[in-house]
């Protein structure tokens, strides 16, 4: 009877064990799927420090809250640039534009829409699968910035709006053949990421965004659209993005949603505002790796070979700026077409080009 007892009680005990294991198990896969559902945002901050220098231990940084001419804030902010990136944002499936069902009306006259009148002219030859490489936060690490400029194109340079002599800047890439985006900082959903003053939140009133956005537009001259620098807690308010795409239809400008977040309101705000819109299928650095930027380059080649036309995302990192450097002139002479993001633009809204009096 003993035995038997003791038999019991070490079969209650095993079950007990085994129950108990199951329990942390469940707990830890529901942490793990939660974390991947509802993890922190991904978002980039712009690194102007050298690749070798320690990256210091991020600490939360309250973001600024600076006028127009607080310059002193912008240098601020300049100098908070070497902390360490947050997680970088992963690299999405192409998520196509859905085809509009109307067509755009904008409420600028066609022969004074801005992304046609200052795109960069091209004609690529027909058939060609055709790639839109841009380039995001240049303008604050001026050595990577001017080595971005050096680079072969036409390139898509987007600016981010606190940049120093961003008019000197803006004019090289210009002269070196580039297309100008202006890069406007959105509220990201991590607190400790700092896209920068005069960011577009959520909490901000149709007033107050206004005012930011013309701050924004008002810094250079010559581009054909924005983007979102972060953005995945402001891109996903429509709210939010319908007062953005009030202030880009009456300049006659496109937006390319950067697609920091999946839930982005970017695509279907345009499209109701008249405003052209694009999505970006590939980010080149995630990891600032040559082989990274290399892998992700395929990626970009095989889009533009099955859908006719790719944009990708990448940023003034050394290894990116290397790759490119040989890639470019290479991925021309195997038959892709390198074209400014307006010739993507205009490809899925010809009409718009055509009663501008273009060809």
Do not use: C
């Amino acid at each position: 009877m003993a035995r038997k007892r003791k038999a019991s009680s070490r079969f209650g005990g095993a079950a007990v064990a085994l129950g108990a294991g199951g329990f942390v198990a469940a707990v830890f896969a529901a942490g793990l799927w939660a974390g991947m559902q509802f993890g922190g945002d991904p978002e980039r901050v712009p690194v102007a420090a050298a690749p070798h220098v320690a990256a210091p231990v991020q600490k939360k940084v309250p973001p600024p809250a600076p006028g127009p001419s607080d310059q002193a804030a912008m240098d601020r902010l300049v100098a908070r640039i070497a902390e360490p990136e947050p997680e970088p944002e992963p690299v999405a499936t192409p998520l196509p534009v859905p085809a509009p069902s109307l067509p755009i009306k904008p409420t600028a006259r066609n022969d004074q829409l801005a992304w046609v009148k200052n795109a960069v002219s091209v004609t690529p030859q027909p058939g060609l699968p055709m790639i839109a490489l841009v380039i995001d936060d240049v303008g604050v690490d001026r050595r990577r910035s001017d080595a971005v400029v050096a680079l072969p194109g036409p390139l898509t340079l987007s600016f981010l709006t606190y940049a120093q002599d961003i008019a000197d800047q803006v004019a090289a890439a210009r002269a070196h053949g580039h297309e100008l985006m202006v890069h406007i900082p959105m509220q990201p959903k991590s607190a400790d990421a700092d896209p920068g003053p005069n960011v577009l939140r959520v909490r901000d009133d149709r007033a107050e965004l206004s005012r930011k956005l013309d701050w924004g537009l008002s810094r250079f001259s010559g581009y054909v659209g924005i983007n979102n620098h972060m953005g995945s807690r402001f891109t996903s308010d429509r709210a939010g993005m319908d007062a953005v795409m009030a202030a880009l239809a009456p300049r006659g400008l496109f937006f390319l949603d950067s697609v920091t977040a999946p839930d982005t309101a970017g695509p279907a705000a345009a499209l109701a505002a008249g405003v052209p819109v694009l999505k970006r299928d590939v980010f080149l650095d995630n990891e600032d790796s040559p082989e990274e930027v290399r892998y992700r380059l395929e990626q970009v080649e095989k889009i533009a070979r099955q859908t006719g036309a790719a944009i990708a995302i990448g940023h003034p990192h050394d290894a990116t700026i290397t790759v490119l450097r040989d890639w470019i002139p290479d991925a021309k002479a195997r038959g892709f077409a390198i074209v400014p993001v307006t010739a993507l633009v205009r490809r899925r809204y010809p009409a718009l080009w055509q009663a501008a009096g273009r060809s």
